[in-house]
C-alpha cells in the first residue's frame, strides 16, 4: 500500500527542492504539496503568527488530510509554533520542519548558533531550540542572528545575494557557537554549496533532517 505525505509551504519556490529530498528519501512514497504564500506574509506583517494564521494553517491541515494524506510536514518554521495547536486536533502525524534539526543541535553542544532571514522566524527557533534542550536535560546558550536583507533578495529572485549575505553571517557566527543551525528551509542551499571542510562547527539545516525523521517514525 502507498503511504501519502502533504507538504505544506509558505512558498512555491521550496517544492522543486522537497520533492528532490523526498524522491531519495522517500521513494516508496506518495507526495503531494500545498503552497498558501498568505501565511508567511501575514505573519511578517503581524511580526508573529497570529490567532487567524493558526486557524488557516489548521485549516490547511485539515485539508491535507481529507486529501488523503497520512502525515503532514510542515516546511515554514515561521508557522512552526501552530503545529502543537494542530496535534490536539487531528489524529494523523504532523512534523513541524526544525524539530529534528532542533534535537540534532542541541544534542552538539551547550552554544547553539540560530541563523535566521525573518526576525518572525527567528525567535520561534530560538525558543524551540531552548525547549527542546530542556526537554532533554541539557544546558543551552542560543547565539543568534539576522540576515537583513536576504529574504527580500531571494523574494526578489536574487538568490546570488541571498546566498551571499546568509555565507557572510554563518561565517561571523560560526566561531561563537558549538554548532549552527539554519532556521529556514529555504536555506539549505546554502549549505549545499559550502565544502565541509569550511565548516568549522557543525551546521544543520532542516529539509533532509525531517524527512529522515518522517522516514524513521512512519
Same mark, same amino acid.
Given at each position: 500500500?502507498?503511504?501519502? +505525505?502533504?507538504?505544506?509551504?509558505?512558498?512555491?519556490?521550496?517544492?522543486?527542492?522537497?520533492?528532490?529530498?523526498?524522491?531519495?528519501?522517500?521513494?516508496?512514497? *506518495?507526495?503531494?504539496?500545498?503552497?498558501?504564500? =498568505?501565511?508567511?506574509?501575514?505573519?511578517?506583517?503581524?511580526?508573529?503568527?497570529? *490567532?487567524?494564521?493558526?486557524?488557516?494553517?489548521?485549516?490547511?491541515?485539515?485539508?491535507?488530510?481529507?486529501?488523503?494524506?497520512?502525515?503532514?510536514?510542515?516546511?515554514?518554521?515561521?508557522?512552526?509554533?501552530?503545529?502543537?495547536?494542530?496535534?490536539?486536533?487531528?489524529?494523523?502525524?504532523?512534523?513541524?520542519?526544525?524539530?529534528?534539526?532542533?534535537?540534532?543541535?542541541?544534542?552538539?553542544?551547550?552554544?547553539?548558533?540560530?541563523?535566521?532571514?525573518?526576525?518572525?522566524?527567528?525567535?520561534?527557533?530560538?525558543?524551540?531550540?531552548?525547549?527542546?534542550?530542556?526537554?532533554?536535560?541539557?544546558?543551552?546558550?542560543?547565539?543568534?542572528?539576522?540576515?537583513?536583507?536576504?529574504?527580500?533578495?531571494?523574494?526578489?529572485?536574487?538568490?546570488?545575494?541571498?546566498?551571499?549575505?546568509?555565507?557572510?553571517? +554563518?561565517?561571523?557566527?560560526?566561531?561563537?557557537?558549538?554548532?549552527?543551525? +539554519?532556521?529556514?528551509?529555504?536555506?539549505?542551499?546554502?549549505?549545499?554549496?559550502?565544502?565541509?571542510?569550511?565548516?568549522?562547527?557543525?551546521?544543520? =539545516?532542516?529539509?533532509?533532517?525531517?524527512?529522515?525523521?518522517?522516514?524513521?517514525? +512512519?
Amino acid at each position: 500500500m502507498t503511504r501519502t +505525505l502533504a507538504l505544506i509551504h509558505t512558498s512555491p519556490m521550496l517544492v522543486p527542492a522537497f520533492g528532490t529530498l523526498c524522491a531519495r528519501i522517500l521513494p516508496e512514497w *506518495k507526495i503531494f504539496h500545498m503552497v498558501d504564500e =498568505s501565511l508567511i506574509r501575514n505573519t511578517i506583517a503581524s511580526g508573529r503568527l497570529d *490567532k487567524p494564521t493558526t486557524r488557516r494553517l489548521v485549516a490547511q491541515i485539515q485539508s491535507a488530510f481529507e486529501a488523503g494524506a497520512e502525515a503532514v510536514l510542515v516546511t515554514c518554521s515561521s508557522i512552526g509554533p501552530g503545529i502543537p495547536v494542530a496535534r490536539q486536533l487531528f489524529d494523523g502525524p504532523i512534523f513541524r520542519i526544525d524539530e529534528a534539526m532542533a534535537a540534532q543541535a542541541v544534542s552538539i553542544g551547550r552554544r547553539v548558533g540560530v541563523l535566521a532571514t525573518l526576525s518572525t522566524t527567528l525567535e520561534p527557533t530560538i525558543q524551540l531550540i531552548r525547549g527542546t534542550a530542556a526537554a532533554q536535560g541539557h544546558d543551552c546558550e542560543v547565539i543568534s542572528d539576522c540576515c537583513e536583507g536576504a529574504f527580500e533578495a531571494v523574494l526578489r529572485g536574487d538568490t546570488e545575494t541571498h546566498d551571499q549575505l546568509v555565507r557572510a553571517s +554563518l561565517d561571523t557566527l560560526m566561531p561563537q557557537a558549538d554548532t549552527v543551525v +539554519l532556521a529556514q528551509g529555504s536555506m539549505a542551499r546554502v549549505l549545499a554549496a559550502i565544502p565541509p571542510e569550511m565548516l568549522s562547527v557543525p551546521v544543520y =539545516s532542516s529539509p533532509e533532517l525531517a524527512l529522515q525523521q518522517i522516514r524513521a517514525a +512512519l
